[in-house]
């Protein structure tokens, strides 16, 4: 939802292409002789990586379970492979938000706070910003904080009163991780982030499907089943001017 995606083959170059702006004009009266613009192709051209999990059961803890173990373990495996990708992405999200942009610290997230962050991507970059990132308390603020309610119109007030969710707020729409367990958080409390589109902003590939294996320890000798998922993949940030961060001190 934040990146651009593209699926590799067996031996597809995993290459990004990048378009920058180094081509110069030139204002001349007489006797014109103009440098010429030298280019290149610019690509990025990401490390892969594993996402990885091994899922085993005793038979005993199969046999004795009142519901499908297996199948609810294949489930719960397929969730912490996308959890673990979050992981990955926030962890290069947090890098590119230092590198050019200004990080912001605020006490309370309000409108002001807001559209400064937005400016940031928008002024300087010159991108459109998407999607907007936020924990569960920076929603509260968002419900609840009076500068926000004054904000709103007042068919934005009724959506809340009646389902408690915007979708959009300032053309951004608003993802939070709230609503998982704590052990599938990936945001601290106080987090805001937010994002250009994804053609600005970067690239998740994926070298074929992920695996998900069926596994038995019988040949070892061990009365044990399980699964294993194996997927190929690369998270690159190809412009850090797509990406800001905002922290509650």
Do not use: C
């Not at 968002?142 to 309610?149: N, W, Y």
């Not at 300032?170 to 704590?182: C, E, L, Q, S, V």
């Amino acid at each position: 939802r934040l990146l651009g995606f593209k699926p590799l083959t067996k031996g597809e170059p995993n290459q990004i292409r990048v378009r920058v702006k180094d081509v110069f004009a030139y204002f001349a009266s007489s006797n014109p002789q103009v440098i010429a613009s030298e280019v290149v192709n610019n690509y990025v051209r990401p490390e892969e990586f594993y996402v990885l999990g091994n899922v085993l059961m005793e038979e005993k803890e199969i046999m004795q379970d009142t519901g499908d173990l297996l199948d609810d373990k294949y489930n719960d495996g397929l969730e912490a492979m996308m959890v673990q990708e979050d992981r990955i992405g926030m962890n290069i999200f947090n890098k590119a938000a230092s590198a050019i942009n200004d990080e912001f610290a605020f006490t309370s997230f309000t409108p002001s706070v807001m559209q400064h962050m937005k400016s940031e991507i928008t002024t300087h970059g010159g991108i459109p910003v998407s999607t907007m990132l936020i924990s569960m308390d920076i929603w509260n603020e968002i419900v609840a904080e009076p500068e926000f309610t004054s904000w709103y119109s007042e068919i934005e007030k009724h959506e809340l009163v009646l389902e408690g969710n915007l979708g959009q707020l300032a053309g951004m729409n608003i993802i939070t991780d709230g609503y998982r367990i704590p052990s599938l958080k990936v945001l601290d409390k106080g987090q805001v982030y937010m994002f250009g589109i994804p053609d600005t902003l970067g690239q998740i590939a994926q070298r074929g499907e992920m695996s998900v294996q069926s596994v038995s320890k019988a040949n070892d000798g061990i009365p044990k089943r399980g699964w294993m998922f194996t997927s190929i993949e690369s998270i690159s940030v190809v412009n850090a001017r797509a990406v800001v961060r905002g922290q509650r001190l």
